[in-house]
């Protein structure tokens, strides 16, 4: 996905050089405000300083914004006391999502888009679904608190970081092999076998017209010897 950058005022984060290696978990949160974007957001901690607060990425519905890189060090989980044992500001990616809409209710369209968002950097360093976690698993802060209150929500969000990506649609399914020369290489014995033997005719004027799932169901059957 497209990530727009708008970088923090420097005092809202801790200049970092981190590594991948020094990356282990990504946090979610939610911003908590209604209806607000990722741009929003992003400007306004570029903007303001001393804020004493930060994250990396704001994802909305359209879009993400980067606001503190990777490398460095935003301050989206520090706390006086921990539930978590390991996970930390020094080596987690904070991910805040715009997440209600004007009338406080939950925006899917933003929290499809984190969940993108978090895949591909799990994808970048190295962080498997179980080091993603909620604000409130690391310092039990209620956040983000549409998936605090309803588990099924972020269950849902940890099935769409995890499960492998939605295979396209296959374009093949739809393709018609016009002439022998059109159908693929896998097939191809067994069409020249089934018109050799008759059974395969087209419409009498040279095309065959073969839809991609027929001839897929021909050479598995051919396969199995149902036309010898
Ligand atoms: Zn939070």
Redesign the pocket.
């Known amino acids: 996905m497209t990530i727009q950058t708008k970088t923090a005022h420097a005092s809202n984060y801790k200049a970092a050089s981190r590594s991948a290696a020094d990356i282990g978990f990504i946090?979610v949160?939610?911003t908590g405000n209604r209806g607000d974007t990722a741009k929003n957001n992003a400007d306004y901690f570029a903007r303001t300083a001393g804020l004493e607060a930060s994250a990396h990425y704001f994802v909305d519905e359209h879009e993400a914004w980067q606001s503190v890189p990777d490398k460095d060090v935003a301050w989206?989980?520090g706390a006086r006391s921990y539930v978590h044992k390991t996970c930390r500001n020094a080596n987690s990616i904070g991910v805040?999502i715009c997440m209600l809409d004007k009338a406080g209710r939950v925006r899917q369209g933003s929290i499809d888009n984190a969940a993108k968002l978090v895949r591909e950097l799990m994808a970048k360093y190295g962080v498997d679904s179980g080091h993603v976690l909620r604000?409130y698993d690391v310092t039990g802060?209620d956040?983000?608190a549409p998936m605090v209150a309803d588990p099924k929500l972020w269950a849902a969000f940890k099935q769409a970081v995890t499960k492998p990506e939605k295979i396209e649609e296959d374009d093949d399914m739809y393709t018609v092999y016009k002439t022998i020369q059109d159908v693929p290489d896998w097939a191809r014995d067994c069409v020249n076998d089934l018109i050799a033997k008759g059974y395969l005719k087209g419409d009498g004027d040279g095309q065959l017209d073969l839809e991609h799932y027929m001839l897929r169901g021909l050479v598995i059957n051919w396969r199995a010897g149902l036309y010898k």
Do not use: F, G
Request: proline share 10%; hydrophobic share 20%; net charge neutral.
């Open positions: 946090v949160h939610y989206h989980v805040e604000h802060k956040c983000p």
